[in-house]
T-cell receptor, first 107, second 114 residues
Framework: KNEVEQSPQNLTAQEGEFITINCSYS?????LHWLQQHPGGGIVSLFM???GKKKHGRLIATINIQEKHSSLHITASHPRDSAVYIC?????????FGTGTSLTVIP | NAGVTQTPKFQVLKTGQSMTLQCAQD?????MSWYRQDPGMGLRLIHYSVGAGITDQGEVPNGYNVSRSTTEDFPLRLLSAAPSQTSVYFC?????????????FGDGTRLSIL
């Protein structure tokens, strides 16, 4: 049983393209996180959302609580954006993670 | 400021051996957690702690023990290693229960059980 589904699983884009990664979840949550895992394995937190929209540089995250859906957008993509992007939800004290979207941005 | 420190970075064990993966944070975070990451399955929660002296099971706790005697340290013990425990293990911490708190991750421990 997967509480969190991400799409697409893999994504290849040309530098400069607008990118969208989707996350759907099936449980009631208090918040949703977007994480980035670098090719070397390190994981960093990008966004925490409980409603609406957040923006940080070229990254934008949105959430629709009623539809149980979130999107991560990258504007003007760059090769350094190549990473695995992971959606995680928190129904209580525990995280549930999507399997990640592997993004490759080609120069 | 070291953040979250995991040791060792790599380890090879034989089936049946025991070992402890260390996790320490210097940010005075109350919430700490252990995850394993396997290909195609994403991160899964093993155990977590909401403060010193308090631990609870996550999604995949079998074969693992934890303790939280101090705020800083949250070791993960494998009592009798099995090949199914071959994985990459991540420790993470946040100031409080992570509803709206950023998670800080360690660099991971790559563990192979032969």
């Amino acid at each position: 049983k997967n509480e969190v589904e991400q799409s697409p699983q893999n994504l290849t884009a040309q530098e400069g393209e607008f990118i969208t990664i989707n996350c759907s979840y099936s449980v009631g949550i208090s918040a949703l996180h977007w994480l980035q895992q670098h090719p070397g394995g390190g994981i960093v937190s990008l966004f925490m959302l409980s409603s609406g929209k957040k923006k940080h540089g070229r990254l934008i995250a949105t959430i629709n609580i009623q539809e149980k859906h979130s999107s991560l957008h990258i504007t003007a993509s760059h090769p350094r954006d190549s990473a695995v992007y992971i959606c995680a939800v928190i129904p209580g004290n525990q995280f549930y993670f999507g399997t990640g979207t592997s993004l490759t941005v080609i120069p | 400021n070291a953040g979250v420190t995991q040791t060792p970075k790599f380890q090879v064990l034989k089936t049946g051996q025991s070992m402890t993966l260390q996790c320490a944070q210097d940010m005075n975070h109350e919430y700490m957690s252990w995850y394993r990451q396997d290909p195609g399955m994403g991160l899964r929660l093993i155990h977590y702690s909401v403060g010193a002296g308090i631990t609870d099971q996550g999604e995949v706790p079998n074969g693992y023990n934890v303790s939280r005697s101090t705020t800083e340290d949250f070791p993960l013990r494998l009592l009798s290693a099995a090949p199914s425990q071959t994985s990459v293990y991540f420790c993470a911490s946040s100031l409080q229960v992570p509803s709206n708190q950023p998670q800080h991750f360690g660099d991971g421990t790559r563990l192979s059980i032969l």
